[in-house]
């Protein structure tokens, strides 16, 4: 008989997610069932492997998992649901709820309806109601001992969560950050007293990450301690598998105040954690190689500014000391000298943003992958070849992000690469296909706010086409906006704003560099896929996904 009920199947939910054993497992069902619940316990993100193993076991040997442990199950497995399994969690969670409900486990069934809430399509004001209503039945559970301080506090967590991701719908944004620090603060004075349990501890952790998240644009400062002290408490809950979302939240802040080689150092550190027993997810090791890559651009960035500034002030002091005039000749013929360093350097630089961006790419391919991620990967690594002159490597990584942001629905994300998918078309002399990709890229940036990138595109697009032998407005191409050719001044200058026009070894249209980053700027509470709050980057592609995860 099966362990499992056709619900789990008919979601198509890999059965408690398989994943890799290790070589010294029991194969008695008791003791693999001794350990799934272990692991559970300690929220190890193997627990889904753990229960598949055991489940599997007790049916060959005509065995059952009693509701409690079926419920365990099916809430490590809804925590496992990622890329194109992630709806399925919901369902589990609720699944899960009614069997704790019927173990008699009533603060983990408040835990498992609070996250199918949480993991439902873009919880709202609606879902963020019912968690309060939880957290008010978890309270009163507490009270009377029926419901833990770890389940209490977990289910007030992802009230908070919510309550977080919604704070930019909110009259006043900042006035709502203010509450929910208080309510946070409140929450880590709840949960302290109770540390010592590991469960707790991890909780607390969690805590912290988010209330670091939402201090951060406001203190900085305040938002570093805290996500410092969410990675002591991470490690202090017997975690021994990595905190991707903390490190990438604290490097972030880091970046932010100025320190980017700290932030460098702990990224690489997050990516070569020390136990090996629980590798790093695929698509957390591609958001950590995808922040990195950003932060070696920046630390590299702010080494040229300083080297810059140290040359003006040189000069300038020099160019006032009369006295000198000949050491200063002398160290300006030794100028040059200077400056042939810094193409090594910033080779080296741009050689290990490349690495990451691919590796990134990498661990984005596979059924499991997320979507966001993987086309913004390689958008990133075809962009980075293409300001290389890689025009060739550029087009096909660009041609292959293109159906993810297709898929995501993002227009920014489909503008962009269009734009430097025809900037490689006409480098490899195409420049027909490359004015109606431009085109395209044209129409889908209409219908936007700011008309500035549409016209740009519209002026490319007719410059590009006169290129391919065709004078006059670029034929009409119907979009969401309407006619690509709208800018009544489309024609005016088209060949001043065309950039390096005709395919030769001239760099990029400037005009690239100017067009909206994908997915948009998050909102200034909103974490996006860098770990950055508030900043310029496509807005986090596993929001939906870490808000449940962390909360065992």
């Not at 507490?142 to 919510?162: D, M, S």
């Not at 070894?505 to 100017?514: H, S, V």
């Not at 909102?523 to 870490?546: C, I, K, L, N, S």
Request: net charge negative; charged share 25%; glycine share 12%.
């Amino acid at each position: 008989m099966s362990s499992r009920s056709p619900d789990e199947f008919r979601l198509g939910v890999r059965p408690y997610d398989r994943g890799a054993g290790t070589g010294d497992e029991p194969e008695d069902p008791h003791e693999l069932l001794h350990r799934a619940r272990r692991l559970t316990v300690h929220g190890h993100p193997g627990a889904g492997s753990a229960w598949e193993r055991a489940a599997t076991a007790l049916r060959r040997a005509g065995g059952v998992l009693t509701p409690g442990d079926h419920a365990d199950a099916l809430d490590a497995t809804a925590l496992d649901c990622r890329g194109a399994a992630r709806p399925a969690a919901g369902p589990l969670f609720f699944r899960a709820a009614d069997l704790h409900e019927r173990a008699g486990q009533r603060g983990k069934a408040l835990v498992s309806r609070a996250r199918a809430l949480v993991a439902g399509p873009g919880p709202g004001a609606t879902a963020c109601a019912r968690l309060a209503e939880l957290c008010e039945r978890a309270s009163a559970l507490h009270r009377v001992g029926q419901a833990g301080a770890a389940e209490t506090a977990t289910v007030r967590l992802l009230h908070g969560r919510v309550r977080a991701d919604l704070l930019g719908t909110a009259p006043d944004p900042a006035a709502e950050a203010a509450a929910l620090r208080e309510d946070l603060a409140r929450l880590i004075a709840f949960a302290a007293p109770h540390r010592a349990d590991p469960a707790v501890a991890r909780v607390l952790a969690d805590t912290r990450a988010l209330l670091g998240r939402i201090t951060a644009p406001d203190d900085p400062a305040a938002a570093e301690a805290q996500l410092r002290a969410a990675l002591d408490d991470h490690r202090a809950g017997g975690r021994t598998w990595p905190a991707t979302e903390h490190h990438l939240l604290l490097s972030a802040v880091l970046r932010a105040t100025g320190a980017h080689e700290e932030a460098a150092a702990l990224l690489r550190a997050a990516l070569v954690p020390q136990v090996t027993d629980t590798p790093l997810r695929a698509a957390d090791r591609a958001r950590l190689c995808l922040a990195l890559a950003r932060t070696v651009a920046g630390s590299g960035e702010q080494g040229r500014t300083a080297r810059s500034a140290e040359k003006a002030a040189g000069a300038a002091e020099a160019e006032g000391a009369l006295e000198a005039a000949a050491e200063t000749a002398e160290a300006l013929e030794e100028e040059p000298a200077e400056e042939l360093e810094e193409p090594e350097e910033t080779a080296q630089e741009d050689g290990e943003r490349l690495a990451l961006l691919a590796e990134a790419v990498r661990h984005t391919e596979g059924p499991a992958r997320d979507v966001r991620v993987g086309a913004l990967a390689r958008l990133l690594l075809g962009v980075a070849h293409a300001e290389r002159g890689g025009w060739g490597r550029a087009l096909a990584l660009l041609e292959q992000a293109l159906p993810g942001f297709q898929d995501d629905g993002d227009a920014a994300g489909r503008v962009r690469t269009r734009a430097w998918l025809a900037e490689c078309l006409l480098h490899l002399g195409e420049p027909g296909r490359a004015a109606r990709e431009y085109a395209l890229a044209a129409a889908a940036a209409r219908p936007w706010g700011d008309p500035r990138p549409g016209a740009a595109l519209s002026r490319r697009a007719e410059h590009v086409l006169g290129l391919a032998g065709t004078r006059g407005p670029v034929p009409e191409i119907r979009g969401t906006g309407g006619t690509v050719y709208a800018d009544a001044k489309a024609g005016t200058g088209a060949s001043a704003e065309g950039g390096a026009p005709d395919g030769g070894a001239r760099g990029a249209w400037p005009g690239l560099r100017a067009l909206p980053e994908p997915f948009g700027p998050p909102e200034r509470y909103q974490v996006d896929v860098y770990g950055e709050v508030g900043g310029a980057g496509p807005q986090a592609a596993t929001a939906p996904g870490t808000r449940v995860q962390g909360c065992e």
